[in-house]
């Protein structure tokens, strides 16, 4: 369960995609799906797995596939009027959620929408080739945080 949110949030979050000019931010590593796309090797704990980048609709929006015991299926697009990402997945057991997030800087903040579980991500680009997340919520009236490093394969 630790990494079972951190694999569709994180990818989603970090599944900035292409827009060649954006309303309100300028384009950078964290908007453009360029940045992105492949196969990165992550790590959460002694948890080890793999998370996909692929452009979906002609580049309109992002798909994130998450491996391992956790696997989970995302999408996530840039909302250049609200100048937001919006993210939703679906894990595979069961559990689903939707998040907005905001960039500034090489800092992608998200908070959840849907269903309201009061969680946030931050995923923070640590170099053209790796990026750290961590991930918050509460459960059963308890703070559950986990948190991942992934390096681009």
Do not use: H
């Not at 931010?25 to 790590?43: K, Y």
């Not at 696997?71 to 697009?77: D, L, P, Q, R, Y």
């Not at 800087?105 to 680009?125: M, W």
């Amino acid at each position: 369960m630790k990494r079972f949110f951190t694999f569709a949030v994180v990818p989603l979050l970090f599944a900035a995609f292409t827009t060649s000019s954006l309303a309100k931010t300028t384009a950078t590593s964290m908007t453009q799906v360029s940045a992105w796309l492949g196969t990165w090797n992550c790590v959460s704990g002694k948890d080890r797995y793999t998370t996909t980048y692929t452009t979906l609709l002609n580049g309109a929006a992002m798909r994130v596939s998450d491996g391992g015991a956790n696997a989970a299926e995302g999408i996530a697009k840039f909302d250049t009027s609200q100048n937001k990402w919006f993210y939703t997945a679906v894990f595979g057991s069961g559990l689903y959620l939707s998040m907005m997030g905001t960039v500034s800087g090489n800092t992608l903040s998200f908070t959840e929408v849907y269903p309201p579980i009061g969680a946030t991500l931050t995923v923070r680009r640590l170099s053209a080739t790796k990026y750290s997340d961590a991930f918050t919520m509460m459960s059963k009236g308890k703070k559950v945080s986990t948190s991942e490093v992934c390096t681009k394969s």
